[in-house]
């Protein structure tokens, strides 16, 4: 396990929230901001499971779906695009980490 490359351990990342009918994200991003004020898209560069994406004009796009909850963007973010509140695991919600 300890060769598998980073997309191959993302890929055993499994989620507590997929059941929830009244799934609650744990991250908002207001895109407005990136899309407005924001020289330079770095969530786009630094979020390892690829959840802030440009589309052919260059906008930035958001999906939490596939959120590992690293916290990367929260430190990254120096627009204020970025708000974060920590699942509350008691509701099943969140990541489950299979490697520590």
């Known amino acids: 396990m300890k060769n598998l490359k980073l997309t191959e351990r993302l890929g055993l990342v499994s989620y507590r929230n997929q059941s929830k009918s009244e799934i609650k994200p744990h991250i908002v991003v207001d895109t407005d901001i990136c899309n407005s004020t924001c020289p330079h898209h770095c969530t786009t560069y630094v ?7 440009k589309d052919e004009e260059g906008n930035v796009h958001f999906q939490v779906e596939d959120c590992i909850e690293c916290g990367t963007c929260m430190y990254a973010c120096d627009q204020g695009a970025v708000d974060w509140n920590y699942p509350d695991p008691e509701i099943g919600r969140g990541v489950t980490w299979n490697f520590g």
């Open 47 to 53: 979020c390892p499971a690829n959840c802030y994406t």
